[in-house]
């Protein structure tokens, strides 16, 4: 810690600097530019007092290797560069020594071969010091940044070496070895960073978390710094956080399909593969790409940037020029296969621990401050308006739906539509509508998608709202991250995968900022079905909140059901 004679000389030698060539100036004037250059100062001393404490070195069991790390969660969860525990996945732990002194398990979660990035989570306090991840797109060129970390292994004590420095450029692109350690849309700085530093954190004027040391060019004769060190965004790094906290390999999105830029033309297509996420999606060799995700691309380096920010199985958008026409298309990005040397397991408990997780933060969203205690009879009535003027003949009556469950037997459905004439009733063998039986007792097979939907609304009102120690969690799986299909794109989603129906998938998302359950996808596995719910309206409902209106997007329709009139009874 410096002493306060010591900050006052590193003031007095900066204002003389400063005031060089202004000594005519009267010294009111020249007190009032001291006391500007203290207290910022004090203000960059106070921010790295702040921060250093959550700055980690991580070695492996036998206390090798020297790279470093970043607490960003009180429970321990922290970034680091997946090249820094790339040698620990064997058995998954490691060590980690904080500024304190004393050197804490680490646990490898979840990596990131592809984006360089790795999860890990430290054990053996309540409690942690951490920073916050930042929001990387308000940098600007010119601001100033600090690297912590623990360079050429010179943190004996564990407490990390700062460099300082300023943003010298964005949304750069660094190519990678194959699919593995593809830098994308990344920080320039001219802070010093050098081998050891990997993955330490890269810390705004705030004392956020903007990116993750990772990178640098470096001279011809040997491994230093060289004034650009490069650190992957923590925009980037966000989206992928769910998948890395849930012990998972996270995949990058890719099109399948690369671009070149035409003087006069602008971005066209140059190759898509057959088959692929692209050609899928009728894109052509030739096709001009007007917009990525709202975003104009103008190189084919700034195509391969942009790309790579993004998970596998991300929703874009893409304003594509066919012969002069331009259409908009709404597709799910690839995965992109890193490159391993032996496959990635998840690890089972790693994974129901985020399960858990997830589930309690969302009940809390129905129940509050109370023990989750589903009702054991559902009733709602339903408005339901199709979203095409043209489907008036499919609008029925309204309709009531009532789900009872009764002890360890199957659920059963019941659907009565308020002429009385159409009722019907669905039947399930424990998580799959099986059938539905008509007013007249006559059977009915259930389409495809709608059997999806009933199942997924079981489900809903079935599991996702029951005590979790009642729940068979190896039914399902944390996989990652999503956003919404609708409205605020912006916002991500954690999402757990069940099945359901009898060749399905339910994928639900949750909100990561409310925790509430905003949106399902649904995929029928033989079939290739896809329907899509988007749960909005969220009220109190018999005291629970409830999302009241639902919106459904299947295959050739879109209609919006309007929930009113709700009775819940145990």
Known sequence: MRTPASRNAGATFALLILCASTSTRADGSRDRDLALVQKAEERRVELIDRVTPSVVCIYDKRERGGGSGVIIEPDGYGLTNYHVVAGMLKTRTGLAGLPDGRLYDLEVLGIDPTGDIAMFRLTGRDRFPYVPLGDSDALEVGDPVYVLGNPFSLSDDYTPTVTIGMVTGLHRYQWGLGNNLVYSDCIQTDAAINPGNSGG??????????GINGRISVNTRGRYNVGLGYAISANQIRRFVPALRAGLLAKHGTLNATVDYVEGTGTVFS?????????RAGIAVGDRLVSFDRRTINSRNEFASVLGTYPANWPVRLAVEHNGVTRDLDLRLDPLEPNLRRPFE????????EIRRVLRRFQRTVYGDRRPNPPTVWKWAVRRAYADPGAADKTKPPQR?????TGDEPAVMRRVFDDGAHGNTIEFNTHTAVRRTSADGATFDLTTDEALILAALYTMHTELTAPIEDLDLARFMHVGSDRLLRGDGTRSLEVLATRVAEDGQARFGFDTETGRLVQAQLVGDRSG???????????????LIWPATIEVDGPGYAYRDALSDWELSQ
Do not use: W, Y
């Open 201 to 210: 954190p890269l810390i705004n004027a705030r004392g956020e978390v903007v």
């Open 401 to 405: 739906f009532e789900v009872t469950l």
């Open 346 to 353: 998840v690890a089972i408990e790693v994974n129901q621990r």
């Open 529 to 543: 079905v896809s329907v899509s719910l988007r749960f909005t309206d969220h009220r109190d409902v018999g005291g």
């Open 271 to 279: 190759d898509t593969l057959p088959g692929l996420c692209a050609d």
